[in-house]
């Protein structure tokens, strides 16, 4: 398994332009209700703003030709991502790794930091550990095996398939999206709702 992880970012690296902002974006589709749930929990009006970041990501990717500030939205992101040390719940590190995802998506798109997808893919696989591991449902030596990091590294592994062949950037933007959505669940195996599903 552990090579299979490593052939993972080795592939994810491989990924460039428009393909590595589809498979950070789609990955980021399954993080950022871990943040929305943490938001609602804790009473914080930030609720939506990764959401509404990721939306534009989505409109970048199927209108290029579309002017978004990315700048001014990494601004925010960075300014609503939670703080450890004003949080005690375990809730607060899987909205923190969203956070840092969105904004690693926004430095790739401004072409700050060019491996801003393996960034995602390492978070979105660490979001995974840290959870079955805090939960007691894994340890460090079976974690691996653990169906839901088994479904992350799958998921993964067929956006990587898919956007490696893909063509058409529009068609396949649509498709990774709804392939990451395709089970209603986020990295760490909560419902999502079908408004950000939809939207």
């Known amino acids: 398994m552990m090579t299979n992880k490593l052939n993972t970012f080795a592939r994810v690296r491989e990924l460039e332009g428009w393909k590595a902002v589809a ?5 980021l589709e399954r993080m950022v209700p871990n943040y929305e749930l943490f938001c609602s929990a804790n009473e914080i009006e930030e ?9 534009l990501v989505w409109e970048s990717l199927l209108s290029p030709k579309s ?3 990315f700048s ?7 300014a609503a991502t939670p703080d450890i040390a004003d949080h005690d719940s375990f809730g607060v590190y899987p909205a923190i790794d969203a956070a840092i995802g969105v904004a690693a998506c926004l430095n790739l798109i401004l072409k700050q930091d060019l491996q801003g997808a393996v960034v995602i893919s390492k978070l979105s696989q660490g979001s995974v550990e840290n959870y079955l591991l805090a939960m007691g449902e894994a340890r460090d ?3 691996r095996a653990h169906p839901l990091m088994e479904f992350e590294i799958e998921v993964q592994g ?3 398939a898919y956007l490696s062949a893909a063509t058409h950037q529009k068609d396949a933007c649509r498709h990774v999206k709804q392939l990451a959505l395709e089970e209603g669940i986020s990295n760490l195996g909560i419902v999502i709702d079908d408004e950000a599903a939809d939207s």
């Open 23 to 27: 498979f950070s974006a789609a990955l």
């Open 47 to 55: 609720r939506d703003l990764l959401r509404k970041c990721l939306d």
């Open 67 to 69: 002017k978004i500030n």
């Open 72 to 78: 001014l939205q990494l601004e925010k992101v960075e």
């Open 141 to 143: 030596e079976t974690v």
């Open 158 to 160: 067929q956006l990587l």
